[in-house]
């Protein structure tokens, strides 16, 4: 068979890697990869970005699968563009992208369906959204959570400690447009504490009937600097599973979010054929659902797919014929730790286009998998997450041992990382 994968970061190398690994794989497209897919063995990157021109694409290539990575190729539709031409490809139609695309749709859901989530209020006008805010914190209460409505790219959600913080980013959102559209909304949520845990799951809804098949666990560290200190990022790294998630908080996620959330995919009628990723925080193996994402997580899939121990090929297949309810999901006893190495200057404007030294011989020794997410053909960095390593272990400390040995075999001018990534809970 041969597959195309829809991406360029880490999140795409890894997919690329793991379907590779099929028997079945004949051939693995990427568009438009980087520098990691393009030496990946069976793949091969193919620079094409326009929706259109990649359903002409598959179907010249006669490609059995296709796989989309990110979000807003779904959020405008690339999974119906290639479905109306008769291609199989897994993610949601765009209409169940909203559970990612809209936060105030995604709240709506949730509290139709009873997916337990924090309180919130949505939007529009600045004045409404100042006094609410206004109103929040007179009564000395916690931080307020503010989320953009759309995409943004990880810049939505700004979690304020005071009236000042809330004014600069309501202000920011609604009336200067920093967000452009994306921010024309807004939602005003309960803050809540505790630990966060990303549970990645393939879903295969479609006419009412379905199931929803959830994988490990994993916890991504979403904040710059060791610890949990320092600004938000796209995530500096990634463990699986997420030693601190409970049987009990697993036996509350299902019954709580997993359970209500395909009974409203049903209900909606939703063709969910797809990935989906719920964003949770845990309290007293109590489960809070802070957010879909109709997709894979990045960085959390470098952690979750070397951990599989069954043909992600085959999952694929799976979910678009109706026979994931019977797929015989297996892991790996162990963990895997992907520590994230970023470009100087990450997640402000960083410095690009240094070559990435790789010493094969020593990364081989380790056992650790190299990840490419920004960085060109010729291993130049171009992105402000420029890779990352994953590396197997018996328990989450051999595994973050094993990591870092690996991410010490490689090296470009500015690199940086967290070193604390997967060895104690820090956000
Ligand atoms: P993002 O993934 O960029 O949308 O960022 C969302 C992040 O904001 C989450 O990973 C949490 O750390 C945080 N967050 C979102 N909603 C809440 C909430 N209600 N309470 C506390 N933290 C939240
Ligand atoms: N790791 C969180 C995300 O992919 O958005």
Redesign the pocket.
């Known amino acids: 068979m041969k597959i195309l994968v829809i991406g360029s970061g880490g999140r795409e190398h890894a997919l690329a890697w793991k379907l590779a690994c099929s028997a079945k794989t004949e051939k693995v497209f990427v568009a438009s990869g980087n520098g990691g897919t393009a030496a990946e063995a069976k793949c091969e990157n193919v620079p094409i970005a326009a929706q259109e021109e990649l359903v002409q694409f598959a179907l010249r290539e006669k490609i059995g699968l296709t796989v989309v990575g990110p979000e807003l190729p779904l959020a405008e539709g690339i999974v119906d563009r290639f479905r109306a031409a008769g291609l199989g490809i897994v993610g949601p139609e765009k209409k169940a992208a909203r559970l990612e695309a809209s936060k105030i749709y995604s709240k709506a859901f949730m509290e139709k369906y009873g997916v337990r989530c924090?309180k919130?209020g949505d939007f529009t006008d600045l004045d409404t959204a100042l006094a609410r805010a206004r109103e929040h914190f007179s009564a000395g209460a916690p931080?307020l959570?503010i989320?953009a409505d759309g995409l943004?790219a990880?810049?939505?959600?700004v979690?304020a400690s005071d009236f000042k913080e809330a004014e600069a980013a309501l202000s920011a959102f609604l009336q200067d447009r920093s967000l452009g559209d994306a921010g024309a909304s807004v939602l005003l949520?309960?803050?809540?504490?505790?630990k966060?845990v990303s549970v990645l799951a393939a879903a295969s809804v479609v006419a009412g009937k379905g199931t929803i098949l959830p994988f490990i666990s994993a916890r991504?560290h979403?904040r710059r600097f060791d610890g949990g200190r320092g600004p938000?990022t796209?995530g500096m790294g990634a463990i699986a599973p997420a030693s601190d998630f409970s049987q009990a908080a697993q036996n509350d996620f299902s019954r709580a979010i997993l359970e209500p959330t395909l009974k409203g995919m049903k209900a909606e009628g939703m063709d969910y054929r797809g990935f989906i990723f719920f964003?949770l925080?845990v309290r007293n193996d109590r489960c809070?659902l802070?957010?879909y994402?109709a997709r894979l997580g990045d960085p959390e899939t470098q952690a979750v797919l070397p951990l599989m121990d069954s043909d992600f090929a085959d999952l694929c297949v799976a979910i678009l014929d109706g026979s994931l309810g019977d797929f015989p999901l297996k892991w790996k006893q162990g963990a895997v730790c992907a520590p994230v190495a970023a470009a100087d200057g990450y997640p402000g404007p960083y410095r690009k286009g240094d070559i990435i030294a790789i010493d094969a011989a020593a990364l081989a020794k380790t056992g650790a998998k190299l990840f490419v997410a920004g960085a060109d053909s010729a291993l130049r960095t171009s992105g402000g997450r420029v890779l990352a390593v994953s590396a197997f272990g018996a328990d989450a400390g051999e595994a973050c041992t094993a990591a870092y040995r690996g991410l010490a075999a490689i090296s470009f001018a500015g690199m940086s990382c967290r070193k604390d990534i997967g060895r104690e809970f820090t956000?």
């Open positions: 924090a919130s931080p959570v989320k943004a990880g810049k939505g959600v979690i949520e309960e803050f809540l504490a505790g966060e991504d979403k938000n796209g964003g925080m809070y802070l957010e994402n956000g």
